[in-house]
C-alpha cells in the first residue's frame, strides 16, 4: 500500500498517481468540485471512477 499527503491541485495529485508502479485505478467520492479532477485524470490516461456514497 502506498500513502502521501496530497495537496487539492490538480497536478499534484496526477503526478503521485503516475509514479505509482503498474497499472493504477483511481476512486474518490463525489462531491461538488471532484468532476475536474476526474476530467484531468482520465485525460492523463488514468482510469478513474467517480462514486456516490449511499445514504444509510
Known sequence: MFQTELTPFYDHIESWI??????????????????GLYRDL????????VLARPKL
Open 18 to 35: 503516475t509514479g505509482l508502479p503498474g497499472p493504477v485505478a483511481e476512486a474518490y467520492e463525489a462531491g461538488p468540485t471532484g468532476f
Open 42 to 49: 482520465t485525460a492523463a490516461g488514468i482510469r478513474c471512477e
